[in-house]
């Protein structure tokens, strides 16, 4: 019988590929990939506060402050770029305020620090009912969402000046944009951990674009191959008994490595 | 029916691009827009398309830039593009068609290709458009830029990266579609085009000179415009620019 942890597992795995597929493919098309990771640290930043606010004043699920501050930290980078900043210079300031955030609000933790650090690395298979629920809703969320704006969204990436000039508000879906990615890595925070968001959700996308070079073949295909490196994770962890969410990462990114070879 | 500027000024961040142009063009024409880089060419585009903050009235056909959108085809310079996103050249010229609809209908799909077919690359309908050369880039955007069907087009250097063959295509595709629509092109190199030019825009922060190819064209206007001397030959009153690209 399989352990009910390891059907949340791979539960998760299934929606964390869907995540895959649609933020992970379209920030790799708008090369906002470095965003990704920046806003990991962001949302980690965000859980670290809300675990001290639980512990020291009221609770509040450090998810929910993880979702605030990265909502805030994607916001922040639009605007500055929409300032005519360079955006990785944007994401690096981000990056790095946020990770001095998480480093300050994880010292007042103390001793509780280690619940902290769940987030930074994550378990795939340590997954509560709830932490399902909150990917649950967010992947509804995502896919709704890239249903309704896709080809706009896509208009908007591709040529945001002739799409502007035929009447789309690009600005708008630049900022749909920054928030699905941030719903996307705050979704993936618990199972992976920050650390290996990028892993997981920026990787799968890279190679698939690599071997299917066009819009829906990145898509499906950094669905599965997200599929192949979460199951597998998972079965290998079973024998290796180490955190399935490394091995998870380190086989997206020896299919990324395949796909390098591969003749464009 | 016409295409009127008054008293356009532009500033970026406070420092200003553009000063004080006032156009009025009858529909349809063709109009050439030469300058040396940086002259405000393109920001001189983006104020008609309504992309930037101005000063100054624009009306196209009596409208606001912004409320003419539909009116306008744009042919963005090229490097605007974003080739990250593997699109197909079917992707690129349904995108205008598509984005503001749930489904493809087979309308779109009739009308992307027979502006492909226009410009002669509908055989690339399945290719990848990031796999193509500049120049055929270039005309899959113009097909594009045609295909809602636009009273005015607005075409931003679109012979950048052609060689002569798609040059010389490109200009006998806009001598057809001269007559139907009004086209502001910004070009380095005129002389492929004077024969159908009807007016000439010299830009320099503001606008030199405005009028027929004979008029404006002028050595005095050249070496203003540029600021160095550029050698031309005449022939049936009309000054031909020696050395073709201006640009460095
Ligand atoms: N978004 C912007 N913010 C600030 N300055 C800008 C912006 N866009 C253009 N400029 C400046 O305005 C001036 C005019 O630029 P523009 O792009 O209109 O020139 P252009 O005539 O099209 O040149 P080119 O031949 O190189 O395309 C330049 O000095 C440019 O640096
Ligand atoms: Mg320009």
Not at chain 1, 162 to 183: C, K, N, P, Q, R
Not at chain 1, 230 to 259: D, E, K, Q, R, W
Not at chain 2, 165 to 190: A, P, Q, S
Request: aromatic residues 10%; neutral net charge; proline residues 4%.
């Amino acid at each position: 019988m399989l352990d009910i942890l390891v059907i949340r597992g791979i539960i998760a795995v299934f929606l964390i590929s869907i995540v895959s597929a649609t933020v992970g493919s379209f920030s790799v098309f708008r090369g906002s990939t470095f965003f990704v990771s920046g806003i990991a640290h962001g949302a980690l930043a965000g859980a670290a506060l809300g675990i001290f606010l639980t512990l020291a004043l009221f609770p509040i699920d450090p998810l929910l402050m993880a979702m605030i501050f990265s909502v805030f930290f994607a916001l922040a980078i639009g605007y500055a770029t929409s300032r005519r900043e360079d955006v990785d210079v944007a994401v690096g300031v981000m990056f790095a305020f946020s990770m001095s955030l998480a480093v300050l609000f994880l010292s007042m933790l103390r001793e509780y620090a280690s619940i902290a650090w769940g987030l930074l690395i994550g378990d795939l298979l340590l997954l509560s009912q709830e932490d399902l629920t909150i990917l649950v809703v967010s992947v509804i969320t995502i896919v709704l969402i890239f249903l309704i704006f896709y080809r706009k969204i896509m208009y908007s990436i591709f040529d945001p000046e002739s799409a502007e000039a035929s009447g789309l508000h690009v600005m708008w879906y630049d900022t749909l944009m920054f928030i699905l990615i941030a719903v996307g890595v705050v979704a993936l925070l618990k199972c992976v951990g920050a650390i290996l968001v990028y892993a997981l959700l920026i990787v799968p996308a890279a190679a698939s674009r690599r071997m299917f070079p066009s819009v829906s073949g990145t898509i499906v295909g950094a669905f599965v191959i997200t599929l192949i490196s979460g199951l597998g994770g998972i079965y290998l962890s079973y024998y290796l008994a180490v955190a399935p969410s490394s091995l998870a990462g380190l086989i997206a990114a020896a299919i990324y490595a395949v796909s390098l070879f591969r003749r464009r | 029916m016409s295409i009127e500027v008054y008293n356009l000024t532009v500033r970026y961040d406070n420092k200003i691009a553009l000063e004080n142009v006032n156009v009025k063009v009858e529909h349809p024409s063709l109009v050439v827009i030469m300058g040396p880089n940086g002259a405000g060419k393109t920001t001189f585009l983006k104020s008609l398309l309504g992309l930037i903050p101005y000063e100054g009235e624009i009306k196209i056909f009596g409208k606001d830039p912004k409320k003419a959108r539909s009116l306008i085809g744009y042919l963005p310079q090229r490097d605007s593009i974003n080739t990250n996103m593997p699109l197909k050249v079917k992707e690129v010229v349904l995108l205008p068609l598509v984005s503001k609809s749930f489904t493809i209908k087979k309308e779109h799909v009739e009308k992307a290709k027979k502006y492909l077919e226009f410009v002669g690359m509908l055989d690339r309908w399945n290719d990848r458009f990031d796999s193509l050369s500049g120049g055929q880039q270039q005309r899959v955007l113009f097909a594009r830029a045609l295909v809602t069907e636009p009273k005015v087009l607005i075409l931003d250097e679109p012979f950048s990266a052609t060689d002569v063959k798609t040059k010389m295509e490109l200009v006998e595709l806009l001598h057809r579609l001269k007559g139907e629509k009004t086209i502001f092109i910004v070009l380095h190199d005129i002389n492929p085009l004077v024969e159908c030019t009807d007016m000439v825009m010299l830009i320099q922060k503001t606008l030199l000179s405005f009028g027929t190819v004979s008029e404006v064209l002028t050595p005095e206007n050249l070496e203003k415009l540029y600021g160095t001397k550029v050698p031309m030959i005449r022939r049936d009153n009309v000054c031909y620019i020696v050395g073709g690209d201006r640009h460095a």
